[in-house]
C-alpha cells in the first residue's frame, strides 16, 4: 500500500470531480446531469442529484443528506469505505501522481480553469448503427469509453420500428427495458436518437444522442436539424396520424400494420422530439396535402399539443381532425395503453378500423403500396 496524504488526494481530485464519482463511487454517469434520479444505493424515484459540479457533492435526500460534500465522503458513503481506504481508491484510480501532473491547473485558480480539465474526463457514449445488406437498420452498438478504462458495450436490436435489448427480459438490473427511437431524415439517414431507460421503479430516463462525424454524440440535436420521427414512412403516406411520443408513435404504428389489409393504404404514425409544446412551424412542410388525425394523451397539456398542432398544420394540410377520448376514460391515457391494455376488444380501435375502410373506399385518393413514389 502507496502511502498518500489527504491532501494529495484531494489536489489530484481537482478537476475531475465527475470522475471520481463515477469511477470510485460507482456512480452511474447517467444520473450526473444535476437533474433528479433515483438513488444509486437506496432506490427510490428522484431522491438523488448532482447538485455540485465544482465541488463534486451529490445528494440524497434519503441515505445521504449530510456530511455528504465532495467526491471523497461520495466515495466513502456509496463503497462503504472508511477515510483512509477512499482515498487509497481515488489515488489508486487516477493512477497518480501522472495523471495529476497533467490534470494540475496551470497558475490560476479561476473556475474557467476547472471547467477546462472537466473536460479531459467524459464517460464518452456513442451509439453506431449497423444496417443489414439490403441497406435497413439491424442494430445499434453502444459502446462506452472512459479513461484508463477497457471500452464496453453492447448491442440493441431493431425490431422494425425501434431498437431494444434483448437481454432486458431476465435482466436484474434497475434498468428493466432500454429503447432507442431513431430520427431519420426522409431517407433514414441518421440525424438524433432517442435513448431510454425505463427502470424498474417507473422511473423514466430519455437521453439525446445527435449524429456528427458517422456516430451518434451524447446532445441535443440543432433546432434545424429536427424532423418528425418516423420521417421515411411519413414522406409516402397520405394518412399520417401525430401522437405524443416516440413509444405511443411505435405502437400504433405495429397495430395499424398489423391490422392492415393487403390493399388498404399504409398509414404512418408521426410524433415530434419532447412531446407537448415542440411543435416547430417548420415541420409543417412534412405534412403538405396530408390527411391528419391528431392523438393527444387524455390530459390537458395532450389537448393543448393537439390544439397547437392544429395551428401550425392546418393552413397546409387537406384534412385534419384531433381525437377526442370517450368520456370517463383514465387521466393521461394514450393509445400505446388503449393497445396494450384493450387490443381488439378497443372500441377506439375499431373505430380506428372505420375510419380506415372510410378512406379506402374512395379510390380516388387512393394511394396503395404498390403505387409508391420510387
Ligand atoms: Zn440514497
Redesign the pocket.
Known amino acids: 500500500m502507496t502511502f498518500v496524504s489527504a491532501e494529495q488526494v484531494k489536489s489530484m481530485i481537482q478537476g475531475r470531480e465527475a470522475e471520481v464519482l463515477e469511477r470510485c463511487a460507482g456512480i452511474p454517469e447517467e444520473v450526473l446531469d444535476g437533474k433528479n434520479h433515483p438513488?444509486p444505493?437506496?432506490g427510490?424515484k428522484d431522491?438523488?442529484r448532482y447538485i455540485n459540479q465544482e465541488e463534486g457533492t451529490v445528494f440524497?435526500n434519503?441515505?445521504?443528506n449530510e456530511k455528504n460534500h465532495g467526491p471523497i465522503s461520495a466515495v466513502m458513503h456509496y463503497r462503504g469505505l472508511t477515510y483512509p481506504a477512499a482515498l487509497e481508491l481515488i489515488a489508486r484510480e487516477l493512477n497518480s501522481p501522472e495523471p495529476f501532473q497533467q490534470h494540475q491547473p496551470t497558475g490560476s485558480e479561476e473556475p474557467a480553469t476547472k471547467k477546462v480539465t472537466d473536460k479531459k474526463y467524459e464517460m464518452k457514449t456513442t451509439f453506431t448503427p449497423i444496417y443489414d445488406t439490403s441497406g435497413g437498420p439491424k442494430l445499434m452498438r453502444k459502446s462506452c469509453f472512459s479513461v484508463g478504462k477497457k471500452p464496453f458495450g453492447f448491442d440493441l436490436v431493431w425490431n422494425g420500428y425501434s431498437y431494444t435489448f434483448k437481454a432486458d427480459s431476465d435482466s436484474k438490473s434497475k434498468v428493466k427495458k432500454h429503447t432507442i427511437y431513431e430520427y431519420t431524415d426522409g431517407f433514414g439517414e441518421p440525424l438524433y436518437l432517442v435513448y431510454r431507460m425505463d427502470m424498474q421503479d417507473g422511473k423514466k430516463l430519455p437521453y439525446l444522442f445527435h449524429w456528427q462525424n458517422g456516430v451518434y454524440i451524447s446532445g441535443k440535436p440543432e433546432e434545424d436539424e429536427r424532423v418528425p420521427f418516423n420521417a421515411p414512412t411519413l414522406k409516402e403516406c397520405e394518412h399520417v396520424f401525430i401522437v405524443e411520443g416516440e413509444k405511443c408513435a411505435v405502437a400504433l404504428q405495429w397495430w395499424l400494420d398489423k391490422t392492415r389489409q393487403e390493399n388498404d393504404d399504409i398509414e404512418a404514425v408521426t410524433c415530434f422530439l419532447g412531446g407537448s409544446g415542440q411543435f416547430l412551424p417548420k415541420y409543417a412542410d412534412w405534412f403538405l396535402d396530408k390527411d391528419v388525425l391528431i392523438f393527444p394523451d387524455n390530459d390537458e397539456p395532450g389537448y393543448k399539443y393537439a390544439r397547437c398542432g392544429a395551428e401550425v398544420l392546418s393552413p397546409v394540410v387537406r384534412r385534419l381532425r384531433i381525437f377526442k377520448w370517450p368520456e370517463g376514460t383514465p387521466e393521461k391515457w394514450d393509445i400505446a395503453d388503449e393497445i396494450k391494455e384493450k387490443g381488439e376488444s378497443s372500441r377506439v380501435l375499431q373505430g380506428l378500423a372505420g375510419l380506415r375502410s372510410a378512406y379506402n373506399a374512395n379510390p380516388a385518393r387512393n394511394f396503395s403500396q404498390n403505387e409508391k413514389p420510387p
Open positions: 438513488c444505493k437506496c427510490g431522491r438523488f440524497c434519503q441515505c445521504f
